[in-house]
C-alpha cells in the first residue's frame, strides 16, 4: 500500500504552508505520528543544520510531537543503518529544499533512500518535500546549475515538478517542455501544497497559490480546495 505524497513549491515553514502540512500530518497519523526531516538538499552551502531547526520549530508549531532532524547529509551518511532504521519508522518523511542535484544523487542507490520508499510503498508513510525535496520524488527533474534532466526517484513517473512557479519557476517551463515532451511539468507556486488525499487518488491543492500543469506545453491552471483526479498521472 502506497502512503501519501505531499508536493510543495517552495517558501516552506511560513505562512500558508501551514494548509497542506496540517493536512499531511493528519493523513500521517496525527499529532503523535513520527516525523524525521531530510536536510540533504542544504548541505551544499552549510545550511543543512539551521534548516532542519527551522523545519523542526515549524512542525512543532503544529503540534507534532515527534520530530528527528537527521544528519543525512552525503553518502557515507546516506547508508548509516542507524538513520535508515528511523526513516522506516516514520511515518512522515519530509525533504527540505535545497540543491536538487545534490539531494537526489546522494539518495539514490542508498540505504536511506531505499528505506524511504520502503516506508511509503509498505508501511503507508506519507513522504513529502518543498522546492528540491518534492522535484528529486519524480520520475524526472531539472538541475538548474547545469541547465539537464536528471533521473529522480520516480514516486511519480512520468512527471517533472517546477517549484517557485509564481517567481523565477515559470521561466524553465518553455524549456522543459521541450526536453520533456511527453512527461507532465507541475509548477508549483511557493507557499503552496499538493496532497493526493482525494477519492481514486485524486490530487488537492493547498494554500496560498496555484498548482500550473502543462501536457505537451499547454497550462491548466488548479487553485486551492479543487481536486482533478488526473493532475499528475
Keep these: 500500500m502506497n502512503g501519501?505524497?505531499?508536493?510543495?513549491?517552495?517558501?516552506?515553514?511560513?505562512?500558508?504552508?501551514?494548509?497542506?502540512?496540517?493536512?499531511?500530518?493528519?493523513?500521517?497519523?496525527?499529532?503523535?505520528?513520527?516525523?524525521?526531516?531530510?536536510?540533504?538538499?542544504?548541505?551544499?552551502?552549510?545550511?543543512?543544520?539551521?534548516?532542519?531547526?527551522?523545519?523542526?520549530?515549524?512542525?512543532?508549531?503544529?503540534?507534532?510531537?515527534?520530530?528527528?532532524?537527521?544528519?543525512?547529509?552525503?553518502?557515507?551518511?546516506a547508508n548509516d543503518p542507524s538513520l535508515a532504521v528511523v526513516i522506516q519508522k516514520s511515518q512522515f518523511i519530509y525533504l527540505l529544499g535545497g540543491f536538487p542535484r545534490y539531494l537526489g544523487e546522494t539518495l539514490a542507490g542508498s540505504l536511506c533512500g531505499q528505506a524511504m520508499l520502503e516506508a511509503w510503498r509498505q508501511a503507508g508513510a506519507l513522504v513529502g518535500g518543498s522546492s528540491a525535496g518534492a522535484m528529486v520524488l519524480c520520475e524526472h527533474f531539472y538541475d538548474p546549475e547545469t541547465g539537464s534532466i536528471l533521473q529522480g526517484l520516480n514516486y511519480i513517473p512520468g512527471a517533472?515538478?517546477?517549484?517557485?512557479?509564481?517567481?523565477?519557476?515559470?521561466?524553465?517551463?518553455?524549456?522543459?517542455?521541450?526536453?520533456?515532451?511527453?512527461?507532465?511539468?507541475?509548477g508549483i507556486d511557493e507557499q503552496t501544497g499538493l496532497l493526493d488525499d482525494g477519492p481514486e487518488g485524486g490530487w488537492t491543492v493547498y494554500g496560498k497559490g496555484v498548482?500550473?500543469?502543462?501536457?505537451?506545453?499547454?497550462?491548466?491552471?488548479?487553485?486551492?480546495?479543487?481536486?482533478?483526479?488526473?493532475?499528475?498521472?
Design 4 to 77: 501519501h505524497l505531499l508536493l510543495e513549491g517552495g517558501a516552506e515553514f511560513s505562512g500558508r504552508m501551514a494548509d497542506p502540512d496540517r493536512r499531511a500530518v493528519a493523513l500521517a497519523g496525527g499529532r503523535d505520528a513520527p516525523l524525521c526531516i531530510i536536510p540533504t538538499a542544504a548541505a551544499p552551502d552549510h545550511n543543512d543544520q539551521h534548516a532542519g531547526y527551522n523545519g523542526e520549530r515549524w512542525f512543532r508549531n503544529l503540534g507534532v510531537k515527534h520530530i528527528t532532524v537527521l544528519p543525512l547529509v552525503d553518502v557515507d551518511s
Design 160 to 186: 517533472c515538478i517546477i517549484p517557485h512557479h509564481n517567481t523565477f519557476g515559470r521561466r524553465w517551463a518553455p524549456r522543459l517542455a521541450e526536453l520533456l515532451p511527453e512527461d507532465v511539468l507541475i
Design 211 to 233: 498548482v500550473t500543469l502543462y501536457r505537451k506545453g499547454v497550462p491548466a491552471v488548479f487553485h486551492p480546495g479543487e481536486l482533478n483526479h488526473a493532475l499528475v498521472v
